[in-house]
Each structure stands twice: as structure tokens, then as C-alpha cells.
């Protein structure tokens, strides 16, 4: 039977029945149904399973780990408390590879030299391995501040529209409000305040190389 499509439609149901694939558009209009009803099945299994979590449903792991304790299960979906853990668990890799980078140069002869001497091992860390890693690990924290402090799609998808963070408030006002000079300025402050953070973390490991023994 024929039937009556606005012309964009008509235009993708004239190509698909020109692709051959189709006997007849009640063919076709069978098989987009049934598309449809198998996407529907899957959003509802998908919309069931946020609200499962959302509502603290026992059968999460974590919502049941901290009843086995006897501890109220923290809300970690659109919160402050999420977003950081959320922002933590995407950034720990950058500080891992920075400092694991410096570790690799520290020489083991002084680790043993120092065990020989009759040091313990937390004193070996302390006086030799901690001092010889502060490169890494100033270069780390700056590393992965820069990138929390801009991070933008972590705290939309975790903390949602409750959780405000630089970049969110930055976005909001530019497409949400058109406040686009208020949106430039905290823009403008954002980077100027990363700029300055480079420029004093270069400046402190500049003096304390000048300060360091032997030098």
C-alpha cells in the first residue's frame, strides 16, 4: 500500500528500496518497527539499570559492601565526593608515569651503599629515594592540578549540573547564559593562573638546584 513520507523520509525510504534489500515499503516499515522495538528493549534495560543504582538497590557491589559493615553507603553520583574520586582514579596514571620516570635514573649503588651502612629501609626512602624523586613528584602534582583544575567531561558525566567546577561554569556561561565576557574572563584567569603556576614551579626547581650540595 502506498504511503505519504515528508520528503526527507521519502528521500531514505526511495534509497533503501532502491538498494534492492526490500520487496515493498510494508517490508521495510516491518523491519524499521522491529529496529526500533530492539532499541527500546535495550534503553530500558539501560534506564532500569541507572535507576537500580540511583536508588541504592542492595544488589550493587558497593552499596552491598558497605552494609556488610554496617555503614551507609556514600552517595557518589552527582557529588562533589564522586567527582573527586572520579577525577583521581582518571589522573593517578599521569603521576604514576611522571615519577616513575624519575625513579628509573635514581642510581641502586646508592640504595645498597646506604643498606651496607646499616640504614634501615624507610630511612633509605627518606634520606635518599624521597629527596632524589621531588623533581617527579613536583612535576607530577603540577601536571595532573593542570589537568584536574580544566577537566571538563569527568565532572559533567559524574557530578552532572550540581557539582560546578572551572571548565562547566566556564561552558554554562558561554552557551547557556551568552555571557560570553564573563566566560572570557574566567577563561583568561584560568590560563594566566596555570601560566603562573609553570612559571613558579620553574623558578623553585631552578633555586633548588642552586641550593643542592655541591653545586
Not at 35 to 50: G, N, P, Y
Not at 92 to 121: K, N, W, Y
Not at 155 to 164: D, E, H, M
Not at 176 to 197: D, G, R
Request: with cysteine; charged share 15%.
Amino acid at each position: 500500500m502506498p504511503y505519504s513520507f515528508p520528503p526527507d523520509v521519502n528521500e531514505l525510504v526511495c534509497a533503501h528500496m532502491s538498494s534492492g534489500k526490500y520487496a515493498s515499503e510494508d517490508e521495510l516499515l516491518r523491519a524499521a518497527l522491529q529496529a526500533l522495538s530492539e532499541e527500546e528493549e535495550d534503553l530500558a534495560a539501560v534506564r532500569e539499570s541507572i535507576g537500580d543504582w540511583l536508588a541504592g538497590d542492595p544488589g550493587v557491589p558497593l552499596d552491598a559492601a558497605f552494609a556488610a559493615v554496617g555503614m551507609p553507603a556514600p552517595h557518589l553520583l552527582f557529588s562533589m565526593t564522586g567527582t573527586i574520586i572520579a577525577l583521581a582514579e582518571v589522573l593517578l596514571p599521569f603521576m604514576i608515569f611522571t615519577l616513575s620516570s624519575v625513579l628509573q635514573h635514581v642510581d641502586a649503588g646508592l640504595e645498597e651503599s646506604a643498606q651496607s651502612l646499616g640504614a634501615s629501609r624507610w630511612r633509605v626512602f627518606r634520606d635518599i629515594v624521597l629527596p632524589l624523586s621531588l623533581p617527579g613528584l613536583a612535576a607530577g602534582a603540577l601536571l595532573v592540578f593542570v589537568l584536574a583544575i580544566s577537566a571538563f567531561a569527568t565532572p559533567v558525566l559524574v557530578g552532572g549540573a550540581t557539582t560546578q567546577v572551572m571548565a562547566s561554569v566556564i561552558f554554562g556561561e558561554a552557551t547557556n547564559a551568552m555571557n560570553w565576557p564573563f566566560a572570557s574572563a574566567m577563561s583568561t584567569f584560568l590560563i594566566v593562573f596555570i601560566l603562573a603556576l609553570v612559571a613558579a614551579q620553574g623558578w623553585l626547581m631552578r633555586r633548588a638546584r642552586a641550593w643542592a650540595p655541591g653545586r
